[in-house]
């Protein structure tokens, strides 16, 4: 059974920095890829970020471009996001997604939250002063 654990989420103050994870068990990293998903209160679910299994490839939402960063540090079973110069607007509850077993579940498809199998439970972000 597929379990992804999401953790350090909090609260950060406006232009400040913060780091989430997501543990990943019952398949490997080396053959599914990762996405980043948030989604704010009255919002739809946003996907913003995914690590290719494939090649390694990393993907971003153009809200998120230059600010985040997506890895996989030694090739682990964990995919962490870092989060910098954060705004108000970056409030949400963030969730960590694997695609379905198939093909192409080692490639970033796209950012709809369908093509997405497994899913966290998620980690609250919260940016404010």
């Known amino acids: 059974q597929v379990h992804l654990v999401e953790s350090g989420g909090g609260l950060v103050q406006p232009g400040g920095s913060l780091g989430i994870s997501c543990a990943v068990s019952?398949?490997?990293?080396?053959?599914?890829?990762v996405a980043w998903f948030r989604q704010a209160p009255g919002k739809e679910r946003e996907g913003i970020s995914c690590i290719s299994a494939f090649d390694g490839s990393t993907y971003y939402a153009d809200s998120v471009k230059d600010r985040f960063t997506i890895s996989r540090p030694n090739a682990k079973n964990t995919v962490n996001l870092q989060m910098n110069s954060l705004k108000p607007e970056d409030t949400g509850v963030y969730f960590c997604a694997t695609p379905p077993p198939g093909g192409l579940s080692d490639y970033c498809v796209d950012f709809r939250p369908e093509s997405f199998g497994s899913w966290g439970q998620g980690t609250q972000v919260t940016v404010s002063s």
């Open positions: 019952g398949l490997s990293l080396d053959h599914y890829a």
